[in-house]
């Protein structure tokens, strides 16, 4: 259990996934199954974190509602403190309505995060003393912008490090005029040929893009290729690691759960390389389960598959 606090900040809402049970047929009813969970970006980060055994306090804003008091629950249940998250009469609880296919990969997604418009520079300036106690600070890009920059210059005042993870391929364009004021981005491909302004069509391309997102000013920068692993660039190279063999039931959540579970190795003390394989370790047991966080994800649990991963990577002569 580590004393150091990382302040994360953004959505917290509820995911409904529907599955198909075989290929995915557009304009028609697919049989399937339908799943509700505890989601969002920030609270999925915030109980990793937690369950990864990091002080952890979340700031954002749900509305008075059913769907609120389920979410609120699961994640205090993990740990996590909710103690300032806002809670509004004149809003719904945000929603994320997914589609995956049979593989559990995402086809579609519909999010509604309009409560988010609630999160305010306002709202986050009253709770200045935990910018300034933070060891990390963790920003989902679904908040307004204006809040946004005050993340970025509270953090660049009190010398904090700031991961931003950048959600959507249209949420990438709003935070690319402030890549070179941020610690930390963790795009997927799509989102990367965004913030690296050309299509990753090639390990080239990925590497070239990697490379650019450092030459923009950010120390490290993780774009997530699913199967074929992750990019890690810093300003000393760039480097691909490969993902850990597993059998995929749901892929919501595995990005989450790769950013925080590189955050705690960087709040830990660990090299940039080693933090994100742990990354990589968290990812993967999240990719196990149908909900957006493992139920069981512990540090124990992420070293064992760490350690399958080298085993898988580096075979015994």
């Keep these: ?91 719904s609880t945000g929603m994320f309505l997914a589609l995956l296919n049979q593989y559990g990969d995402l086809e579609s997604a519909v999010a509604d995060m309009s409560i988010l418009s609630r999160l305010t520079p306002e709202y986050l300036a009253s709770h200045q003393d935990l910018f300034e106690s933070a060891a990390f600070v963790v920003v989902d890009a679904d908040i307004p912008e204006p809040s946004l920059i005050f993340c970025i210059e509270q953090c660049e005042k009190d010398g904090i490090p700031l991961c931003v993870e950048p959600i959507s391929v249209a949420r990438s364009h709003q935070i690319l005029p402030y890549l070179d004021r941020m610690t930390m981005v963790t795009p997927n491909r799509e989102e990367a040929e965004v913030l690296a302004g050309f299509p990753l069509r090639s390990a080239e391309d990925v590497r070239r893009a990697g490379a650019r997102l450092v030459e923009r000013g950010v120390r490290w920068a993780i774009i997530t290729l699913g199967p074929e692993g992750v990019l890690a660039a810093t300003t000393e190279g760039v480097d691909f690691l490969p993902s850990i063999s597993t059998v995929v039931t749901d892929t919501v959540g595995a990005g989450d759960a790769l950013t925080a579970g590189t955050v705690c190795g960087l709040v830990d003390g660990l090299d940039f390389v080693p933090a994100v394989r742990q990354g990589i370790a968290c990812a993967t047991l999240t990719l196990t389960t149908r909900l957006a966080v493992h139920p069981e994800l512990d540090r124990e649990r992420v070293l064992a598959h760490q350690k399958r991963g080298e085993t898988e990577h580096c075979p015994a002569r």
């Design 1 to 91: 259990m580590s004393d150091s606090r990382v302040l994360v900040i953004g959505a917290s809402n509820l995911d409904i996934k529907g599955q198909t049970d075989s290929y995915h047929i557009a304009k028609t009813s697919n049989p399937g199954s339908v799943q509700s969970t505890a989601g969002g970006v920030a609270r999925n980060i915030a109980e990793n974190l937690a369950r990864l055994g990091l002080s952890t306090t979340l700031l954002s804003v749900v509305g008075d509602d059913i769907h609120s008091r389920h979410v609120l629950d699961v994640t205090a249940a993990a740990g996590v403190d909710l103690q300032h998250v806002a809670v509004t009469h004149e809003a």
